[in-house]
């Protein structure tokens, strides 16, 4: 007996996966910024509050320090909260709770003590947010010893990937890409886009599974280059590559921490090439570690330099959004780079 | 910029910077100190709204008057019993404090932070609330676990990291968690605590539960953002907890004033949140029972979150790694116009005749033999470097509940350096 499936974007699949885990576990509490009469800027709570009552889905104060400080409490008393926080880029107030409390609170209590939260947070540009609505910051989450980083490239995955964070009792930062809330992004931002409703990945079944953290996917199998892309970039990376003819082996990581080293290895033992994209500034970028984990593990399989295509060490522009965006053209060179013999 | 001033007709604008008023050297006098009548601040009902008494937080809840009388309102008639235990539970404390900084001076530990002068802050507030609320402590409250009969030799085996440490070695000495004895994992950053109570509180509520939160931190990070973000989630969702801030009057070398108490008092802070504040003699342990009381029971009947200010003062140095002689008066503790907590206490008993100087000083002696006893015990487990401490792979142990492949691979290259070193480290 199969499944039944619905079609959904990303964020009625996020909304799903919050539901389903309200729905079994009692102890799953929804909080944040906007998220319960209203449900959400993004609409990924609308609904829960009227469904599991105000104890369960409330707004908070605009205080991101305090919405993750308050989550480490109720985690400590046996809750299993899911804060938004409404944009990545306002994240940054809450970096000491995240940090030194959420992370290490299994390590300093040895265990009497955990902080079993996933903190929800739209990520990454291409809506012409400006700086503040843009901004990537999965790097600075990966460099902290305690904390395990996610993000989703479809519905299918954000639901399950999300279930799993749920129910994972170490804190997870869950960062969702905006620009493929409601379908897939190529990179050309001025040809029409589609919509999930298109794409395989937007068939999600209506219940509870779960897709096992720390596991990347290949997405599109192939011998001549290995890339390795997460969020957004999974769909424009998929784009550049078929648009330029190459036989590249394509793995969504889905996981940046834990990371699925195996499947990297194995892929670029295979190709003997490596790009890496990522949206995030470049210097210290999630990028960075792959490069070095990948030289460190395949350097012996390696015909030409890892080649990083990524966003600039600028603050995330305005105006000049598409410029700044590691999109076709900046893809498309690099691929002829890690391509040469 | 302008070369020629625009505005000759105002003085020049000028920078104000707080200074304490005694700097080392100096003469210490504390008369401009205000300090009220014991039994002089009204009571409210614990059911009254917050506004109706924000003259309290300009004030001193006090119960013990000069002549070691419980007086006032505030006087929350316990019994000998209780007072004696309190009294105990606080020499306990002091006596812990002088064996665990002699400890760390004969270099059988890294770090320690006495309480002196601040006992009864801790050790009144544990003898009021519920042994099962839940202390979101800063690093200064010891007193809560000695109040509430957790064993001295398991923190001892804390402060020395050794083999009988139940955290294993991960935390600098004295930052404590005992899930046991309602007391959270010690941070050792500052007031992060304080949002971390609320959410405990807000869950508590949540579920029905009839447990409260309490937090303490001290006057100078009320300053930080998290104090605030706790007072303003406190006062929207009327959690059931009690914000104690201990104004010490120092923190490491900042006196009060860089947190701004020369402009108002910390429990003042309290009325722009709309939330009950109480500013109390923390040197008072009868003052600091009542206020604890008051604020619990507010709590537990939904009335929501009390901010209490211990108005008190750190006697001793922040910690051992401080010298407080390089930055205030020498004079200071001993002109302290509210006394030493455990000479009033002491004294008050004695007063009432339930207590007398023979007692108390069998008490003494029994009580430093307990601590040498419980030391003993614990230094058999090891001290910090001699390698009775946790096996060598537990430092990887609890980073995630389950062990990455990133993780193992670090493991296994620390045993490996371990290993070709032949240094002794024991292995689970």
């Keep these: 007996m199969t499944e039944p499936t619905t079609r959904m974007n990303m964020i009625q699949a996020i909304n799903s996966a919050m539901d389903v885990m309200m729905e079994r576990d009692p102890d799953v509490v929804v909080m944040g910024e906007d998220v319960g009469y209203f449900g959400g800027v993004f609409r990924a709570t609308a609904g829960l509050q009227s469904k599991y009552g105000k104890r369960r889905v409330f707004d908070t104060p605009i205080t991101e320090c305090g919405i993750i400080g308050v989550a480490v409490g109720m985690g400590a008393y046996g809750l299993r909260p899911v804060p938004e926080i409404q944009f990545a880029d306002y994240i940054y107030p809450a970096l000491d709770q995240l940090v030194s409390e959420a992370a290490r609170l299994r390590y300093r209590s040895a265990g009497e003590f955990i902080a079993p939260m996933t903190v929800r947070s739209p990520f990454g540009g291409g809506i012409f947010g400006g700086q503040t609505h843009s901004q990537s910051p999965e790097g600075i989450f990966t460099h902290v010893s305690g904390v395990k980083t996610v ?14 964070a749920i129910e994972d009792n170490d804190p997870t930062i869950f960062f969702e890409p905006k620009r493929i809330y409601n379908g897939p992004f190529d990179g050309h931002w001025d040809r029409p ?87 995030a500034t470049r210097t210290s970028g999630f990028g960075a570690e792959l490069s070095a984990l990948v030289q460190e593990r395949c350097f012996y399989h390696l015909e030409a330099p890892i080649e990083r295509v990524t966003g600039f060490d600028t603050p995330y522009p305005h105006s000049l959004e598409w410029a700044y965006f590691p999109g076709p053209v900046r893809i498309a060179e690099a691929l002829k780079k890690v391509m040469r013999d | 910029m302008a070369d020629e001033p625009t505005r000759t007709n105002l003085p020049p604008l000028s920078l104000y910077v707080p200074e304490p008023k005694f700097r080392p050297g100096d003469a210490v006098d504390f008369t401009s100190v205000p300090i009220p009548p014991a039994g002089e601040t009204r009571r409210p009902d614990t059911a009254d709204a917050a506004g109706d008494f924000t003259d309290l937080a300009y004030q001193l809840v006090r119960v013990l008057d000069e002549d070691h009388a419980a007086v006032g309102p505030w006087n929350p008639r316990l019994s000998p019993d209780v007072l004696r235990k309190m009294l105990r539970a606080m020499v306990e404390v002091r006596a812990f404090d002088e064996r665990m900084f002699r400890a760390q001076r004969q270099g059988k530990t890294s770090f320690y932070m006495k309480c002196t002068g601040e006992e009864a802050v801790s050790v009144a507030a544990a003898t009021a609330l519920a042994s099962d609320d839940m202390c979101f402590p800063s690093y200064r409250q010891q007193g809560l676990l000695i109040a509430r009969g957790w064993s001295m030799v398991d923190m001892m085996n804390q402060i020395y990291s050794n083999k009988g440490d139940r955290l294993q070695g991960k935390q600098l000495p004295i930052m404590y968690s005992v899930r046991d004895a309602s007391f ?61 801030v201990v104004n010490n009057q120092w923190a490491i070398s900042s006196f009060s004033g860089f947190a701004g108490a020369e402009s108002t008092t910390f429990a003042a802070r309290a009325i722009g949140y709309g939330i009950a504040g109480l500013r109390v003699d923390g040197n008072d342990a009868l003052a600091v029972y009542a206020a604890t009381a008051w604020a619990a029971e507010r709590a537990r009947t939904n009335q929501g979150p009390t901010l209490i200010e211990h108005f008190t003062y750190r006697v001793e140095g922040h910690s051992t790694s401080d010298d407080p002689g390089q930055y205030r008066s020498a004079g200071e503790p001993s002109a302290w116009p509210l006394g030493d907590p455990v000479a009033r206490l002491k004294a008050h008993l004695i007063a009432i005749g339930e207590w007398d100087e023979e007692r108390h000083a069998a008490q003494d002696k029994d009580v430093a033999e307990g601590v040498k006893r419980a030391q003993k015990e614990a230094e058999a487990n090891g001290i910090l470097g001699h390698g009775l401490h946790q096996p060598l792979d537990t430092l990887f142990d609890g980073v995630f509940e389950e062990m990455p492949w990133h993780l193992r691979e670090q493991q296994a290259q620390m045993i490996a350096e371990e290993t070709a070193s032949g240094r002794p480290w024991a292995r689970k």
């Excluded at chain 2, 941070?187 to 949002?195: A, I």
């Excluded at chain 2, 579920?207 to 990070?221: H, L, M, N, Q, V």
């Excluded at chain 2, 953002?225 to 929207?236: I, K, R």
């Design chain 1, 193 to 279: 886009t589609q919509n999930w409703s298109q794409h395989p990945a937007g068939d999600v079944p209506t219940g509870y599974y779960k897709i096992e953290l720390g596991k990347a996917q290949i997405v599109r199998p192939g011998e001549a280059l290995t890339v390795l892309v997460y969020g957004t970039m999974v769909h424009v990376g998929l784009a550049a590559i078929e648009e330029a003819g190459i036989d590249a082996e394509v793995i969504d990581l889905r996981t940046l921490v834990p990371l699925d080293i195996a499947t990297i290895e194995a892929s670029v033992k295979k190709t003997g090439r490596c790009m890496i994209i990522h949206e």
């Design chain 2, 184 to 244: 959270f994992s010690i941070s050792g950053n500052l007031t992060t605590q304080y949002p971390q109570a609320v959410g405990w509180a807000m869950a508590s509520a949540a579920k029905g539960d009839t447990r409260i939160a309490a937090a303490w931190c001290g006057e100078g990070s009320t300053a930080e953002g998290d104090f605030h973000s706790a007072c303003t989630f406190a006062s929207v969702y009327r959690a059931p907890v009690i914000f104690n």
């Design chain 1, 151 to 164: 993000i989703p490239s479809t519905p299918y995955d954000a639901k399950g990937l999300l279930i799993a």
